[in-house]
C-alpha cells in the first residue's frame, strides 16, 4: 500500500484534534472536535477555513497555450480576460471527463490550471499529449504550491487584517476573478511582504476565497488567518462539510458525480460551449465529436428530501419512481444543515423574511444518475437495502447562496 502523501499543515490538523482519512492519496482532516454540523454552520453564518493543499496546479506558458487549452479543456476561454478564471473540464476522445477544473488567465501566453489531489501529473501529461508542434511549456506545480480556502460572509473581513491595502485588494474583484500571484512580484501581499494569489472562488456556494501560496507560508497564514477572524468565529472546517456545503450549492466531485461516462446531460452543462441555443458548439474541443454523435440516455439530476435522513451513495443505492422501477443509482447523498422545507419550498438560513418560528434543521441532498428524463417536482424513493428516503427532483438545492453577491455587501 502506497504511503499517503500530507499537506504542509499535517501536522496543525492533528495537533487540533482532526479525524483524518484518506482523500485523493492525501492523508486530509475529515472534521475537527467541532463536529461536522458545526463547521457547515460556520461558514453559513460567519466563516470557515479549509485545507486544500492537496489539490494540484499546473502552470501553462508560451505563444501556443491559448490554443492548446481551448483544444484541450471543455469551456470557451476565448472571452476569459486578464485576472479571470473559469470553469470546464478535461474530456477524453471518448468525452469522459478526465478531471474538472478552473483556467486561470495571467496574460494571453500565460495560464494556471487547478485540478484535484493526484491530477496533476495526469492533466500535464494530457496537455503535454496533445501539444503537437504548439509552442508551450507545461510545468507541474505539484507540492510547489500550497492553498486555502476561506469562504463565508466574513471572509474579506477577515482577510483584511492579514493582507497589505485590503481596500485596494478587494475593489473592484467579482465572482471568478483573481488578484496577484503565488511568486515573484505580486499585487497581493500579507504583512510580512509574502505574495499570494487571491481568488474570489470556492467551493461552497458562499461568498469566500481560495488562496495560493508557497508551501513554507502556509502554515503562518493559516494561523495568522484563525487569530485574525477569532472575532468572527472563524472554524477550522475539513472535507466532509466542504462535501456538505458543495452538494447544498449544487456543484459536482470529480470522479463522482461527473466521471466515466460522457459529460453531457447534467447540471453543469454551462461547462460546455454551447451556442445560444444549444444547438452546436462555438469552437472545437477533445470529446466534441463524441457529444455530437453521443446516444447518452442517461441523466443526472440534483434531488432533496424533506428531512435530514440520507442514504449511501453508490451504484447499491437504488432509485426507484412511482412506478416501483429502478431507474439508477445514486451518485452523491449529504446532508445540508442550512436548509429546511417551508410552505412546500427550500428555504435557507439566508432565505430574507423568513418567520422566527421557522426552524432550519437540515435535508438530505445530493445528485442521482438515471435512464430517462426527468422534471423537477418528480418524487423518487432511494433504496439503500432496507433502508430508504423520499425524495423529489430539484432544480436548485441550498437557495439564497452569498458567492455571486457583489463584494460591497461583505467588507
Not at 467541532?34 to 485545507?51: M, P, Q, R, T, W
Not at 426507484?320 to 439508477?328: A, C, L, S, V
Request: hydrophobic share 35%; aromatic share 10%.
Amino acid at each position: 500500500m502506497d504511503e499517503l502523501q500530507v499537506t504542509p499543515l499535517n501536522s496543525w490538523h492533528k495537533n487540533a484534534g482532526a479525524n483524518m482519512a484518506d482523500f485523493g492519496g492525501f492523508e486530509m482532516p475529515l472534521w475537527y472536535e467541532s463536529g461536522v454540523k458545526n463547521e457547515h454552520l460556520a461558514v453559513l453564518k460567519s466563516a470557515g477555513i479549509f485545507d486544500t493543499s492537496h489539490m494540484a496546479c499546473i502552470k501553462v506558458n508560451g505563444k501556443d497555450s491559448f490554443t492548446l487549452i481551448q483544444l484541450c479543456f471543455t469551456r470557451n476561454i476565448k472571452t476569459l480576460q486578464q485576472g479571470r478564471c473559469g470553469y470546464g473540464a478535461f474530456l477524453d476522445s471518448n468525452a469522459h471527463c478526465i478531471d474538472d477544473a478552473i483556467v486561470y488567465k495571467f496574460g494571453d501566453t500565460n495560464f494556471v490550471i487547478c485540478v484535484n489531489a493526484g491530477m496533476g501529473a495526469r492533466i500535464a501529461g494530457h496537455l503535454s499529449d496533445n501539444k503537437g508542434n504548439f509552442q508551450v511549456e507545461i510545468e507541474d506545480l505539484t507540492e510547489k504550491i500550497a492553498k486555502m480556502d476561506v469562504q463565508g460572509k466574513n471572509s474579506a473581513r477577515i482577510l483584511s487584517r492579514v493582507v497589505k491595502d485590503p481596500e485596494k485588494v478587494f475593489e473592484k474583484m467579482p465572482y471568478f476573478s483573481f488578484k496577484g500571484n503565488f511568486e515573484g512580484s505580486s499585487d497581493v501581499e500579507l504583512l510580512d511582504g509574502t505574495p499570494v494569489l487571491l481568488s474570489r472562488s470556492g467551493y461552497t456556494g458562499e461568498f469566500g476565497f481560495e488562496i495560493f501560496v508557497t508551501p513554507d507560508a502556509i502554515v503562518k497564514l493559516w494561523q495568522d488567518i484563525l487569530e485574525a477572524g477569532k472575532e468572527y468565529h472563524i472554524m477550522a472546517c475539513g472535507l466532509a462539510s466542504r462535501d456538505s456545503l458543495r452538494v447544498g450549492a449544487c456543484l459536482p466531485l470529480s470522479h463522482q458525480d461527473i466521471g466515466n461516462w460522457e459529460f453531457i446531460n447534467h447540471p453543469w452543462e454551462f461547462a460546455l460551449p454551447y451556442n445560444n441555443d444549444a444547438s452546436s458548439f462555438t469552437k472545437d474541443f477533445l470529446g466534441r465529436q463524441a457529444l455530437e454523435n453521443s446516444k447518452n440516455e442517461s441523466y443526472t439530476y440534483p434531488f432533496a428530501g424533506k428531512t435530514l435522513r440520507k442514504v449511501a451513495a453508490g451504484e447499491n443505492t437504488f432509485v426507484i419512481d412511482e412506478e416501483k422501477n429502478n431507474i439508477g443509482w445514486v451518485l452523491t447523498c449529504a446532508t445540508d444543515m442550512g436548509i429546511s422545507r417551508y410552505e412546500n419550498k427550500i428555504v435557507s438560513l439566508a432565505t430574507p423574511g423568513l418567520p422566527e418560528d421557522v426552524k432550519i434543521k437540515g435535508i438530505g441532498c445530493g445528485f442521482v444518475r438515471v435512464s430517462k428524463q426527468l422534471e423537477p417536482g418528480t418524487k423518487l424513493e432511494l433504496k439503500e437495502g432496507n433502508r430508504s428516503i423520499k425524495v423529489s427532483i430539484v432544480s436548485d438545492i441550498r437557495p439564497d447562496r452569498t458567492a455571486r453577491k457583489k463584494i460591497t455587501n461583505f467588507i
